[in-house]
């Protein structure tokens, strides 16, 4: 575990940029079989909304959620408070599983977090090689879900959701 101290603005605009990364690889990569691909606005309770983008297939692919400018600030382990929350990794190859009603895929991700402990002291941490599953059912706004647990060291398994897609769309292929 690295801990870092960065200013929010420059965690918040390197986010940005990555998701509109993402998204313009997204769009380009096609593939046969099945898979699972999209994004958008995750609504998720009150704290927890976030952007995330995806494009899974049975050789892999990319995954982005971000909690950032949009959380209102949740607790999380050490943090009383986080302020942003940085999700991004590859899908490990064979990783997707899709059914009739929905999708999975998972991987390792590096998480970057900060946040407030319960002292008011601003922590800024960055894990890497995190395993992570994401879970998602096709649709828009109001129709899909999206679910993101992450196995953090000390802590296990922690879930994100499930929770609706405010806006974008979620499709998947079998």
Known sequence: MRIAKRPVATVVLASLVCLGSFVQSTQASASSGAR??????????????????????????????????????????????????????????GSLRVDAASATFGGAATIHVVGKTVSGEVLTVTLTDIPYVSWQTAGGAGVAQHRLSVNLPGLGWVDFGPAPLRAGHINIAN
């Open 36 to 93: 699972v691909s999209g994004g958008g606005v995750v609504d998720g309770r009150l704290g927890t909304t976030s952007q995330l983008g995806f494009n899974a297939s049975t050789s892999g692919g990319s995954f982005l959620c971000v909690m950032a400018g949009r959380s209102g600030g949740f607790s999380f382990g050490p943090w009383q408070s986080v302020s942003q929350m940085h999700v991004q990794g590859s899908v490990a190859a």
